[in-house]
């Protein structure tokens, strides 16, 4: 990366991260709610419907979701490695989050939270990472350590996930 804590994927790299991204979590984007999820969601996984943070005035547990997930991520991924930012039909990035966010350094690309639009933080593997679902108003963090990191903040901020592994949990 030369570097540079963040970088802008070249066009070839965008269609390459992209093309693997649908063939391994064979997405489908959608609006349509009986196409949902729209990934194939891993078996470490675990997804949360986001609708609690609609009754968020002052964005506090909105701060506080996307402050976990940026902690989960950074901790997943060994200082000299990356993860990949990708926003469906947008630019994408690859960045080091040991080298963005803290005082007097650039920010991260995008939010984990999916303001409009299909948002996705990769490791370079694809085992780690999260998936934003804009329209389903959700969010799925999969890779086992991730998970071990965040969900039990997670199911305190948002409640009992929506889905495991890609399965239905039942709600009380």
């Known amino acids: 990366m030369k570097n540079e804590p963040v970088v ?4 070839a790299e965008y269609r390459r991260v992209w093309d693997r991204f649908y063939a391994e979590f064979a997405f489908r984007p959608s609006m349509n709610p009986t196409t949902w999820p729209a990934i194939k969601e891993p078996v ?3 997804t949360w419907n986001l609708a609690s943070l609609e009754d968020d005035p002052d964005y506090e547990r909105l701060d ?3 402050a976990l997930i ?3 991520l950074t901790a997943c991924v060994p200082p000299q490695d990356t993860l990949f930012a990708l926003d469906w039909q947008h630019a994408a990035f690859r960045f080091s989050p040991h080298l963005t966010g803290g005082p007097g350094q650039e920010g991260w690309p995008l939010s984990p939270y999916p303001d409009g639009d299909y948002y996705a933080y990769l490791t370079e593997d694809f085992r780690t990472g999260s998936f934003g679902h804009p329209w389903e108003d959700s ?3 999969f890779g086992q350590s ?6 039990p903040q997670l199911d305190e901020l948002l409640g009992t996930p929506i889905r495991r592994s ?3 949990t039942q709600h009380p």
């Open 139 to 141: 969010l799925c963090l």
């Open 146 to 151: 991730l998970l071990d990191v965040v969900a």
């Open 8 to 11: 802008q994927l070249p066009e």
């Open 44 to 46: 470490a996984s675990a």
């Open 70 to 72: 940026k902690r989960g």
């Open 64 to 66: 506080r979701l996307v």
């Open 166 to 168: 890609g399965r239905t």
